[in-house]
């Protein structure tokens, strides 16, 4: 229910698991980043179309320092992007045929606003996630699933709102009963 994570920690450790873009024409992968809440002009890599993992680990491994600004790859020992901002942020994934999937479904004009992202919390360390990007259409295959810790998330409005609708009607009716409390004595 959340499109958007706020850093709990100065580096966000993270991982990817599963690329099927990888093994699909042309050569190459998915390119998975991260972007500052509702700007997609900022959209900053952390594992990019050829990036490999290290021998031995099948997973890509990556660190985002956001007190320096910098993605290190932690597989290659280097600095994979550079950034600067601070805030909330959402997650991208960009195929080879250079289509750009969103955390934010508003942010997917391209394929009518469709929600082609999920975020599954870890069951025992709430501020890890699971994030997948699927294909468009109902049943879309899955294209990615990416790791990444020490993060919390950050409510849909839409969530907020029916939680305060709900705070509200509670206090409707715990009004209504006092009135007719007072009536009957």
């Known amino acids: 229910g959340t499109s958007l994570f706020i850093p709990t920690q100065t580096v966000v450790v993270s991982q990817e698991l ?12 998915a390119k998975f980043g991260f972007y500052f809440a509702n700007d997609p002009g900022t959209l900053v890599m952390i594992f990019g179309a050829f990036d490999q993992s290290a021998p031995g680990n099948p997973a890509q491994q990556a660190a985002i320092n956001f007190g320096t600004g910098k993605v290190i790859d932690l597989d290659a020992s280097n600095i994979q992007s550079a950034f600067s901002g601070s805030g909330a942020i959402g997650f991208y994934l960009e195929t080879q045929l250079g289509d750009v999937l969103y955390s934010q479904s508003f942010l997917n004009t391209a394929f009518g606003g469709q929600d082609l992202f999920a975020a ?4 025992v360390d709430p ?3 699971i994030f997948g990007f699927k294909l468009p259409g109902s049943v879309g295959a899955p294209l990615a699933y990416e790791f990444a810790s020490h993060l919390t998330p950050v409510p849909e409005p839409t969530s907020v709102s029916l939680l305060w609708a709900g705070v509200a009607a509670m206090g409707v009716v715990v009004a209504r009963r006092s009135r007719r409390r007072d009536r009957s004595i």
Do not use: I
């Open 127 to 129: 501020d890890k996630y």
């Open 18 to 29: 599963f690329d099927l873009a990888a093994g699909l024409p042309p050569p190459g992968g």
């Open 120 to 123: 599954f919390p870890h069951m």
